[in-house]
C-alpha cells in the first residue's frame, strides 16, 4: 500500500479497540517470567554449549602474542574462537568497530576471544588461563582535548545549517546569550544483557538473540560472515530492553555463531556487564555553544547551535543540533556539528539521539535567555513559536500544538505559583524550585510490512518480524488487527521478531508504534478484501464488526469466509513524499518540581509532568508507561548519569550496575503524563506517531531549570551532582 495522500475517514477511526487503554498482552508471560528471553530458549536447540567472551585490555594497539594452549587443554573446553581460527570476516554496515579484534585493537573490551565449555564456569576459568601480550599504541581519549581537531562529518547528512544573516544579527541584537554546556558518555544499562543462542544445521543459521532490527541484523550477520542471507534466520519475540544498544549486531552473536561452528553444536553467549558497557555502544559526550540574540520584547532574532562529539574513525556525530533548527522562529540561524576521532569504544544511538543531549542544552539556554529578558519561561517559549519549518517557511507542520502543550502543563502544574526569584522558596531546609522545558522529536517514517491470517475459527493471526523492546508492540498490533477485522482482541494472535516474517520497520526511533501498525493495517485492508470476495460483496461499503461482515441486508460470520481454508494476506506501507511537503514532528512540556537541600546540596525530584502532542495515541496504557520510563531516564541523565573515561587508558571506568547510576524507585516522584486529542492524517493510515523517546525530550533540562529556580545557581555540566552545587547554596538563617 502506498501511502501518498493525507488519510481520510478509514476502520481505524471507528476506535472501538484502538486507543483504549489496554493491559499488555504479554503482561502474564513477563509477570510470570515464562516470556523467554534469548539466552532462557532452552527449548530451542538441544546440548547448549557455553561462550565466555574474552575482551582487550588495551584501547588502541596491537595483540603482539596470544596463547590460548592452556585454555584448549582445560577441563570441559571444546573450542576456543580467535581472529587466528575464524576464518575471513567482514563488518556489516552499521557497525563501527570490528565484532571480533586480533591483531589490531580498536577499542577497550574488545572481544578477542570466545572460549567454548560444557559449562559456564569452565569456560570462564579457561578464558581466564589465555596469555594475551600487546603492543599498545597511543590514543585520543579526551573529547574536550580532541575538539580543536575536530572536522565537519562525512557521508552523514546535512551538518551545518544557515538562514539569513546569524553573525551579524547575533551582534546587533539588544540581548544576547553565549554559553558552553556539556553532556557525558552515558550507556543503554537495559537490564538484560546481549545475549545470543546459534544452531548451525548444514549452511544455515538459526540465531535466537536480542535485537530490535531483525532485517538489519540479518544484513549485518551475512556481510560479516560471508553467506547468503537466505542461510540466516534471526528470532528474538522477546526483549529485555534496548533503548538504541540493540539496534546493531554486537559480538556475543557473531562469536555465538563462530563458537557453534567450532564446537559443533549450540552455543550461548551472554555479555558480561563491563563488557556491554565497553564493548557494544554508548550515547557520546558532547560539547555545545549555543548563542540566542533576541530584541527587547523577546523575539527570537538569531539562533546559533554548534555540538561536538566524538567517536572511532568511521563512525559519526551524536546529533544534537537537529532540534533547533525547527523549534523555535527566527529569520537568522546556524547549526554547526563537529566530529572528532576517539578511540573509545563505539559511540552511537541511544533513546532519542539528538534531541535528548540537545534539548538538555538549548531548552537551559532558552531559560537563560528568558531570565536575561526579564520574561516568564512558558510565555518566552510561546512567544517564539512557528507554524512553518524556520529554514523553509514554505513547508507548513503537519501538526504542531506545542504552545497547546505548554499552556496545558503550565495550568496543570501550577505553573502561576512559580516563584520568578531564585532561591526564595523554601520547605524546611529544602529549597524548592520549578522548571520547564519544551520536548521536540521528529515523526520518522519507513515502510513495514506484515502477513496477517484468518482460519475458519475466526482467529486472526499476525506475523512481522518488528520486536517488542517492552513498548508494548504485541498490545497495539493485536488492537490493529482487532479494529480493522471487527474481532475482539482474545481472537488476534501476534507473532514477532523472526526473519522468516515479512520485514517490519523494527523498533528504534520513535517509529516502530506508527508504521508497525499501518503495515498491519495495509495487510488487513488486504485481507478484507479477500474476505468480501469470498462474499461476493463491495468491499468499499462492507463493515466488519463483533465478528461478521455486514453489507446491507446481509451478514455472514467472518470465520466462513475461511471455511474452505485459511486466507492469507500480506502487504506494506510505504510512504510518498508527504513527509517532504509537511514537517512532521512530535511535541510535549515537561514541568518538574525539585528540592535541593540547603547543607548538602542533595537534590530530590517532588513531582513532573509531561504534556504530549503525538498524533493518535493507539494505547494510553502503554504510552503512558513509555512516556514516564523516558521521564525517569531524563532525571538519570540529568543527575546521575555519567560513564567516567580513564584519559590514560581509554576505557569507561564505572562498567557496572553498582558503579553506573541510574534511578531507582526512591528517586522517582509520581509522574503525570497528558495526551493531547490528536490525529494526523499526513503521518500514515493509523494517524499516529510516537512517543516512547519524545518522554526524554527536554526532560534534563527542565530538572536543571528547577534547581536554578531553587537555588539560584546554573550548572551547564551534566549530571548536576550535588558537589557541583556545594558552596553556591543560598544560606538558610
Known sequence: MKFDRPATTNPID?????????????????????????????????????????????????????????????????????????????????????????????????????????????????????????????????????????????????????????????????????????????????????????????????????????????????????????????????????????????????????????????????????????????????????????????????????????????????????????????????????????????????????????????????????????????????????????????????????????????????????QARPGSVRDGRWLVGMGVAGAFRNNLLTKSAARVRLDKQGVVTVETDMTDIGTGTYTIIAQTAAEMMGVPLQSVVVKLGDSSFPASCGSGGQWGANNSTSGVYAACMKLRESVAQKFGFDVASAEFSDGRVIAGDKRVALAEAARDGELVAEDLIEYGDLDKQYQQSTFGAHFCEVGVHADTGEVRVRRMLAVCAAGRILNPKSARSQVIGAMTMGVGAALMEELVVDKRLGFFVNHDLASYEVPVHADIPHQEVIFLDETDPISSPMKAKGVGELGICGVGAAVANAIHNATGFRVRDYPITLDKLLGHLPAIS
Open 14 to 418: 471507528q476506535g472501538k479497540v484502538i486507543g483504549k487503554p489496554t493491559d499488555r498482552i504479554d503482561g502474564p508471560l513477563k509477570t510470570t517470567g515464562t516470556a523467554p528471553y534469548a539466552y532462557e530458549r532452552h527449548d530451542v536447540a538441544a546440548h547448549q554449549a557455553y561462550g565466555y567472551v574474552v575482551g582487550a585490555g588495551i584501547a588502541k594497539g596491537r595483540i603482539v602474542l596470544l596463547d590460548d594452549s592452556a585454555a584448549r587443554k582445560a577441563p570441559g573446553v571444546l573450542a576456543v574462537v580467535t581472529a587466528q581460527n575464524a576464518g575471513k570476516l567482514g563488518k556489516g554496515r552499521m557497525n563501527t568497530a570490528h565484532l571480533l579484534g586480533g591483531p589490531e585493537i580498536q577499542h577497550y573490551h574488545q572481544a578477542i576471544a570466545l572460549v567454548v565449555a560444557e559449562s559456564f564456569e569452565q569456560a570462564r576459568t579457561a578464558a581466564q588461563s589465555i596469555r594475551v601480550d600487546y603492543a599498545p599504541s597511543k590514543g585520543r581519549y579526551d573529547l574536550a582535548r580532541e575538539k580543536d581537531a575536530a572536522t565537519m562529518p562525512t557521508g552523514k547528512g546535512e551538518t551545518d545549517t544557515s538562514a539569513g544573516d546569524f553573525d551579524g544579527a547575533f551582534k546587533q541584537a539588544p540581548v544576547q546569550l553565549d554559553q558552553s554546556y556539556s553532556t557525558p558518555d552515558e550507556s543503554h544499562a537495559m537490564m538484560e544483557p546481549h545475549a545470543t543462542i546459534a544452531e548451525w544445521q548444514g549452511d544455515q543459521l538459526t540465531v535466537w538473540t536480542s535485537n530490535q532490527m531483525i532485517a538489519w541484523g540479518v544484513g549485518d550477520m551475512a556481510a560479516t560472515l560471508g553467506i547468503p542471507k537466505e542461510n540466516i534466520r534471526l528470532v528474538s519475540p522477546y526483549i529485555g530492553g534496548g533503548f538504541g544498544g540493540k539496534l546493531f549486531l554486537r559480538s556475543d552473536v557473531l562469536l555465538a555463531a563462530l563458537g557453534a561452528k567450532a564446537a559443533k553444536r549450540p552455543v550461548k553467549v551472554a555479555l558480561q556487564r563491563p563488557l556491554m558497557i565497553n564493548n557494544t555502544t554508548h550515547r557520546p559526550a558532547t560539547l555545545q555553544r549555543v548563542r540566542l540574540g533576541a530584541d527587547k520584547s523577546g523575539k527570537l532574532t538569531a539562533i546559533g547551535h554548534e555540538s561536538w562529539s566524538g567517536d572511532l574513525p568511521g563512525g559519526g556525530p551524536e546529533v544534537a543540533v537537529q532540534q533547533t533548527r525547527l523549534l523555535y522562529a527566527g529569520a537568522n540561524r546556524i547549526t554547526r556539528m563537529r566530529l572528532a576521532t576517539l578511540d573509545l569504544p563505539e559511540g552511537n544511538a541511544m533513546r532519542a539521539p539528538g534531541e535528548a543531549p540537545g534539548l538538555m542544552v538549548l531548552e537551559v539556554a532558552m531559560d537563560e535567555m528568558a531570565e536575561k529578558l526579564g520574561m516568564d519561561p512558558v510565555a518566552f517559549r510561546i512567544l517564539n513559536d512557528t507554524q512553518v519549518d524556520p529554514d523553509k517557511p514554505e513547508r507548513p507542520f503537519s501538526q504542531r500544538r506545542f504552545v497547546e502543550c505548554l499552556r496545558t502543563g503550565a495550568e496543570r502544574f501550577g505553573w502561576d505559583k512559580r
